[in-house]
């Protein structure tokens, strides 16, 4: 079974900082892992995803992501917050076997002025 | 715009009635999916369509229903509706359905249940 953990469900940086959102997963098989963010009163939209090619995966407002076997990780990384990043950031697996995505429970991103 | 649509945007309705969710995938997606987002469980995948077959079942419930037709549009029957069910249902599209499609969101019904 392929689950998937987001630790904190806010998380809250100066305008400005570096932006670390956590993802570890579980999968028996290789994965296949996306972001996706949701901005209020709005669908979601895929920031970026991995599916075995390289293990830093570039995304969509300068987001970035690395895919860490041995450390079951997959981290959401931005190197300088804007508030327009303010939004609930959704991790997500899946894999060959499954093409069901086990979501994550989601962070809420808060941008401080 | 992800070029999903979904109606309506909302719905008002009350506890023990059928409702009807309908969505329409992107141009040439075949696949479509259908989640509830609600405070208390979060984002829940209901069940998945493809080329008008189900494919994948979620986490729906008995009382929920639904098809893909062969316009590929699809709907969600809810029925016997309880308070229980007043959440956010977001359907959303992929090109093929695999595990590495990036499923593109429409922007949600709101359903209340009074």
């Known amino acids: 079974a392929q689950s998937v953990t987001q630790l904190g469900s806010h998380v809250s940086v100066s305008e400005g900082a570096l932006v670390l959102l956590r993802c570890n997963y579980s999968?028996?098989?290789?994965?296949?892992l996306f972001w996706y963010v949701q901005y209020p009163n709005q669908g979601l939209q895929l920031l970026l995803k991995y599916t075995s090619a390289a293990t830093l995966v570039k995304g969509i407002n300068g987001f970035e992501a690395e895919f860490k076997k041995s450390e079951t990780s997959f981290h959401l990384t931005k190197p300088s917050a804007h508030m327009s990043d303010a939004a609930e950031y959704f991790c997500?697996?899946?894999?060959?076997?499954?093409?069901?995505?086990?979501w994550g429970a989601g962070t809420k991103l808060i941008i401080k002025p | 715009d992800s070029g999903v649509t979904q109606t309506p945007k909302h719905l008002i309705t009350a506890t023990g009635q059928r409702v009807t969710l309908r969505c329409s995938p992107r141009?040439?997606?075949?696949?479509v999916y259908w989640y509830q987002q609600s405070l208390d469980q979060g984002l829940q995948f209901l069940i998945q369509y493809y080329n008008g077959e189900e494919r994948a079942k979620g986490n729906i419930l008995e009382r929920f229903s639904a098809q893909q037709f062969p316009d590929l549009h699809s709907e969600l029957n809810l029925s016997s509706l309880e308070l229980g069910d007043s959440a956010l249902y977001f359907c959303a599209s992929s090109t093929s359905g695999g595990s590495t499609d990036t499923q593109y969101f429409g922007p949600g019904t709101r359903l209340t249940v009074l």
């Open positions: 999968s028996s098989v290789p994965p296949y």
């Open positions: 141009s040439g997606d075949l696949s």
């Open positions: 997500a697996v899946s894999s060959r076997s499954n093409y069901q995505l086990i």
